[in-house]
């Protein structure tokens, strides 16, 4: 349905003899603006993962900072702020990303461009081996057949008056040549009446007074799809798919190298600068370096037992020295 209204409003009120690049234009854009989300999400969760990093740092690191809490709450802070300022401008060049893409349809592109050539000709080959794709016949996506069987359900359930026999075959009103026409089934004859006169049936004057109207219903909408707006919209469709793989496999290879480089390497190359600009400061050299009281008093009391033991240590070589007689 979005394929075959790209299709007209392109074309305007004249037919045109071949598929309008703008309608295409309109389709895939539509479709690579729905790349930007997740590679903004991808970008979210490179930087989750790098924070939580900062919080789980190797043992032996962690270790140390313990000893000086003040000294590690500066430097978790210091990291922070570097990938938070990093952040928008990670996220910058990602939209950037799609927006290049969004600027230019490159209908050139070698992969793309093989496509173009490759199409018509499996259509026509699809078409003749009878394989071909089945598509909606009607404008809202249903085959006739089903849009016929709905008609026939709403038509029913409107005036049971139409419908005396539900076990029969249901029948078409008579022609305006005041004959009717033979009874059939949906599933088993084709029909030969169009949608419209079901429609015509729907809204006749015989339904009951005590219901409401009913609702309008536009009956061109059901009009059957000729084979020329078929064949456009498949050819539409398998380009949509083709330059949209294309350009899904860019963007995949471009937005983690646009991470790396904006986010990962830039924070890995400039977090040493950034820890001695805020850090190294000799007005902040002892506040950033006061002890935790937990790790005073454990190493007083480390010092007492060394003590304690270098006292007991002595006297017991004292007593091996006397000689008992």
Same mark, same amino acid.
């Given at each position: 349905?979005?394929?075959?209204?790209?299709?007209?409003?392109?074309?305007?009120?004249?037919?045109?003899?071949?598929?309008?690049?703008?309608?295409?234009?309109?389709?895939?854009?539509?479709?690579?603006?729905?790349?930007?989300?997740?590679?903004?999400?991808? &970008?979210?969760?490179?930087?989750?993962?790098?924070?939580?990093?900062?919080?789980?740092?190797?043992?032996?690191? =962690?270790?140390?900072?313990?000893?000086?809490?003040?000294?590690?709450?500066?430097?978790?802070?210091?990291?922070?702020?570097?990938?938070? #300022?990093?952040?928008?401008?990670?996220?910058?060049? &990602?939209?950037?990303? &799609?927006? !290049?893409?969004?600027?230019?349809?490159?209908?050139?592109?070698?992969?793309?461009?093989?496509?173009?050539?490759?199409?018509?000709?499996?259509?026509?080959?699809?078409?003749?081996?009878?394989? #071909?794709?089945?598509?909606?016949?009607?404008?809202?996506?249903?085959?006739?057949?089903?849009?016929?069987?709905? &008609? #026939?359900?709403?038509?029913?359930?409107?005036?049971?008056?139409?419908?005396?026999?539900?076990?029969?075959?249901?029948?078409?009103?008579?022609?305006?040549?005041?004959?009717?026409?033979?009874?059939?089934?949906?599933?088993?004859?084709?029909?030969?009446?169009?949608?419209?006169?079901?429609?015509?049936?729907?809204?006749?004057?015989?339904?009951?007074?005590?219901?409401?109207? =009913?609702?309008?219903?536009?009956?061109?909408?059901?009009?059957?799809?000729?084979?020329?707006?078929?064949?456009?919209?498949?050819?539409?469709?398998?380009?949509?798919?083709?330059?949209?793989? !294309?350009?899904?496999?860019?963007?995949?290879?471009?937005?983690?190298?646009?991470?790396?480089?904006?986010?990962?390497?830039?924070?890995?190359?400039?977090?040493?600068? +950034?820890?001695?600009?805020?850090?190294?400061?000799?007005?902040?050299?002892?506040?950033?370096?006061?002890?935790?009281?937990?790790?005073?008093?454990?190493?007083? +009391?480390?010092?007492?037992?060394?003590?304690?033991?270098?006292?007991?240590?002595?006297?017991?070589?004292?007593? #091996?020295?006397?000689?008992?007689?």
């Amino acid at each position: 349905m979005d394929i075959l209204t790209a299709i007209r409003n392109a074309n305007g009120p004249r037919p045109a003899l071949f598929v309008p690049e703008v309608s295409f234009e309109l389709l895939v854009k539509r479709q690579i603006r729905r790349l930007e989300e997740p590679s903004l999400r991808c &970008v979210e969760l490179i930087h989750e993962e790098m924070q939580r990093i900062i919080q789980h740092c190797g043992n032996e690191v =962690q270790q140390e900072m313990l000893r000086f809490p003040k000294l590690y709450e500066e430097i978790v802070d210091v990291v922070t702020q570097l990938l938070r #300022r990093r952040l928008p401008t990670t996220n910058s060049m &990602v939209e950037n990303l &799609v927006a !290049i893409e969004l600027a230019y349809i490159n209908t050139k592109h070698p992969d793309f461009y093989k496509d173009i050539q490759v199409v018509p000709t499996v259509i026509k080959s699809a078409g003749e081996s009878g394989n #071909r794709p089945s598509r909606p016949k009607s404008m809202f996506g249903k085959h006739q057949a089903e849009s016929l069987e709905m &008609v #026939r359900k709403a038509r029913s359930s409107s005036n049971p008056h139409l419908n005396n026999d539900d076990d029969k075959p249901w029948a078409v009103n008579a022609n305006a040549n005041g004959k009717e026409n033979d009874y059939n089934h949906v599933n088993n004859i084709p029909i030969q009446h169009t949608v419209e006169s079901e429609l015509k049936n729907i809204l006749s004057p015989e339904k009951p007074v005590n219901l409401l109207p =009913q609702v309008p219903v536009n009956s061109s909408s059901f009009r059957k799809l000729s084979e020329h707006e078929e064949h456009d919209c498949e050819i539409i469709e398998r380009l949509i798919k083709s330059y949209f793989y !294309i350009v899904r496999k860019s963007i995949q290879d471009t937005v983690p190298k646009a991470v790396m480089h904006f986010l990962v390497n830039y924070v890995k190359d400039n977090l040493q600068s +950034e820890l001695v600009t805020h850090l190294y400061k000799a007005d902040n050299a002892e506040p950033l370096l006061d002890e935790s009281e937990h790790i005073a008093q454990r190493r007083q +009391e480390a010092s007492d037992m060394l003590k304690a033991l270098q006292r007991a240590s002595h006297i017991i070589s004292e007593i #091996r020295e006397t000689h008992m007689w």
